[in-house]
C-alpha cells in the first residue's frame, strides 16, 4: 500500500500530525510507542500548556492517549531505520517490514542518537537495527548488543537464543536478569572496529572486544543515517517555515527542530507540517 504519509514519532508533534492528516481523511501510517511520550510520562508538572494548568506529565500523556483513541488512530510499534526515496516516493524499513509513502512527517523528538564512530560505516557489514532482522546471520557467533530501553530487552533475549555469546552494553537501569551466555558490560563503546566487516569494539576505556556483529537496539535511529543528505543546523533538523526539510515530500516538527523544548510548539508544529502534507498532496 502506497500511504499518502508517514509520521514518525508519537509525542505531541506527531500526534498533533497524525490527528490533522485524520480529520482530512488522508492515509498514513504512524510510528511510534503506543505509550505516546515517556518524556510527558515522567514530567512532574506541566505549568505552560494551555488548558491543562498545573498538570501532571501522567494526566497529560493519558489525556493524549484518549483523544488518540477516540480518533481512531492506529500506532505502528516498530522502529524505522532507513527511508529511500523512490523516484516519487518513500521507501521505508521497519523491522522486517516495508512501508511506501508520498510523503514523511518527522517528530521523533530530540533522540537524535548520535552515532558511534564506525557505526554509519559498518551498517549492513556487521552493525544492524534489527535484531529480528539480522540475528539469524550471527547464529553461534558472538555478538554485541547496545540496549537504549528495557522495552529492547526481548531483542536481546532472541540474540541469546541465537549467539553463542552475547555482550550486553544496557544504557538504562535497573536491569533484569538474561541468559547465561549474556554476559553485561558496565563499559561503553567508543568504536565500532573492522576491515571488510566488524571483528571488534573499541571501549571506552581502551580496551577492545571481540565481536563478529553489533546491534545498537535504541530508541531511534540518528536522523542523517535514517534520511541520506537530510540538512541539519547546530543538531537539529533544518526546516523553513511550513516545516520543509531540504528533502522531497519530508517534513519535520517538534523538538528535532529545535528550541524551544516546549509541548505547545511542538504540537503547533505538528499542525503546520500536517497542513504542509496536505498542501503538498
Not at 75 to 81: G, S
Not at 108 to 120: L, W
Not at 219 to 234: H, R
Amino acid at each position: 500500500m502506497l500511504y499518502d504519509c508517514a509520521v514518525i514519532g508519537t509525542g505531541p508533534a506527531g500526534l498533533s500530525a497524525a490527528l490533522n492528516l485524520k480529520i482530512h481523511e488522508k492515509s498514513f501510517v504512524w510510528f511510534g510507542s503506543k505509550n505516546l511520550s515517556d518524556k510527558i510520562e515522567r514530567a512532574e508538572r506541566i505549568s505552560n500548556y494551555p488548558g491543562f494548568y498545573n498538570v501532571t506529565g501522567e494526566a497529560l500523556n493519558a489525556a493524549f492517549r484518549q483523544q488518540a483513541e477516540a480518533a481512531g488512530l492506529e500506532i505502528t510499534e516498530r522502529m524505522v531505520t532507513k527511508a529511500v526515496y523512490a523516484e516519487d516516493h518513500w521507501a521505508l524499513f521497519a523491522g522486517p517490514e516495508f512501508y511506501e509513502a508520498k510523503t514523511v512527517i518527522l517528530a521523533s523528538g530530540t533522540a537524535q542518537t548520535k552515532t558511534i564512530p564506525g557505526e554509519t560505516e559498518f551498517l549492513g557489514r556487521g552493525v544492524s537495527y534489527c535484531a529480528t532482522c539480522d540475528g539469524g546471520l550471527y547464529r553461534g557467533r558472538t555478538i554485541a548488543a547496545i540496549c537504549g530501553n528495557p522495552r529492547f530487552a526481548h531483542e536481546v533475549d532472541f540474540l541469546a537464543g541465537l549467539a553463542e555469546k552475547v555482550y550486553l552494553f544496557p544504557y538504562y537501569k535497573p536491569q533484569r536478569a538474561f541468559a547465561e551466555n549474556v554476559e553485561t558490560v558496565k563499559k561503553g563503546v567508543a568504536e565500532v572496529l573492522g576491515g571488510d566487516r566488524v571483528n571488534g569494539l573499541r571501549l571506552t576505556d581502551g580496551s577492545t572486544l571481540e565481536t563478529d556483529a553489533l546491534f545498537c537496539l535504541r530508541e531511534a535511529v540518528a536522523l542523517t543515517t535514517l534520511f541520506d543528505g537530510l540538512e541539519t543546523e547546530n543538531g537539529h533538523v533544518k526546516v523553513d517555515r511550513a516545516m520543509r526539510t531540504n528533502l522531497p515530500g519530508v517534513f519535520a516538527a517538534g523538538d528535532c527542530t529545535g528550541r524551544p523544548y516546549q509541548y505547545a510548539k511542538a504540537v503547533g508544529e505538528g499542525n503546520v507540517a500536517a497542513h504542509g502534507v496536505i498542501e503538498m498532496l
